[in-house]
């Protein structure tokens, strides 16, 4: 007789294709705050990142955390750890410790009401969405026995003013130095670099070989390592896995305005050296330690910027570099402009008509795109030059859109840079009608996410009056375009 099987044990496939189902969601998903990837060869180890909420100390921050789903998921949930805690020196928030761990009912970690804990109708979006709700505008309420407090107290306050200083110093700056290997001593070197070599028709540099001059310059700012996020997980593989370094790039060129919006205004509110206040309920190194230093990272998010534009311009060596080798890359952008270049400079096109043209002619790589705006909207007569900066790893690495012609627009940058959201991010025709839309669009939805203009978005949501005032800077600012 052949042995029953053990129904107690779990379906491993099933677990395995509804983990991949719900990263597929979250991946696909409309929440411009989540994002998460695995790799291939371990889809039960996923990595999460999660950008903090507006309007709350923890704004547009980027926290990462790993999951890791177990064979017995979804009947158990999975193990969630956060990897962004400057090395587990810092405690972001009363339910989530500098060693990583999360304390939340349906993780098992905390305890929680009757209907609180972990169900299998659960899964990665819904514990995703849990922790993003940790990150309020009060999370001193989060500790027991304080959740009475009030958000205006002087303890409460004074845990959001920390809060908010970490989170620009460790998530955003100290991340992004990371990812850009920045030393501030070469800065003054690589603009001479960059800038000569690419006055030479032969000039041809990555931005690796921008940054790195073979110097043995000591780096005299002790927090740019401090990011050991990786170090946990290394083990994983001999290299470093950073799924999240082009989205956090993208979105550091977005968000750019915010950060240093919320820079100026702690600047009045917090004199540089002063020491964090300790919580009743945070003890060393389950805490957050240190002291204010606003100038000091006003500084470091312009240097951060600076070396994103460096990036950017070093993408035009490196595509004459592959138009040189003949890659496909090169081969598909530039056939696909003469396919496009007919498309929008001699047919008619709903909406915001737009040209594009190649400034090099032999580099596919960097688009201008001359966009006239619509008729009867606040745009008309504007005419504005776009430069499309085409990445050399595309699609693994996503085009940078910045105007160089100055525009009034809640999803423009002041420094340029458009927030707009490809239907298909691997193809060039779709970034092409999601940049025209978004410029054009009449009607937007009430996002912060996506508004990267802060004075812009604050007199567009601000009430008739302020709408008023925004449309007639957005008017002006087509009208000035001719005289750019």
Known sequence: MANRQNTSSPNTSGATARIAREIAQVQKGSDLSLAVACQDSDVRHVRACIIGPPETPYEFGFFEFNLQFGKDYPIKSPAVTCITTNSGRCRFNPNIYNCGKVCLSILGTWRGEPGEEWSSAQGLESILLSIQSLMSAHPYENEPGHEESKKEEPEPQAYIAKIRHETLRITVIQRMEALLCIDENKIPAVYSRIRSKAQTPAGKMTFAEAVDDGSETPN??????????????????????EPFTDMIKRRFLWYYDSYLKATNAAKSEQADGKAF??????????SIEGSFDYAGLERRLKRIHDHLEMERICWESQGAVQVDQGTQLATQLAFQFKQFEHKW??????GSRMEISLPNSKNPFVWR???FGNSSTNLEGGI?????????????SQPRVKFETPIFHHRV?????LCYFPAKPDEIASHLEAIVKTVEDQNPTFDPRASVNPGAFALYWGGEDKRKFYNRKQRRSAQDSTEF
Do not use: K, Q
């Open 413 to 417: 940058s002041s420094t340029g840079y």
């Open 277 to 286: 206040t300790r919580m009743p309920f945070e003890y060393p190194p389950n």
């Open 384 to 396: 504005f030059n776009v430069t499309l900066s085409i990445p050399p790893d595309f699609p693994n």
């Open 220 to 241: 005299t700012d002790t927090s740019v390592r401090e990011y050991d996020a990786e170090a946990t997980f290394a083990a994983l593989d001999s290299g470093r896995w």
């Open 369 to 371: 795109l001359t966009i």
């Open 345 to 350: 400079n001699h047919t008619s096109y709903p």
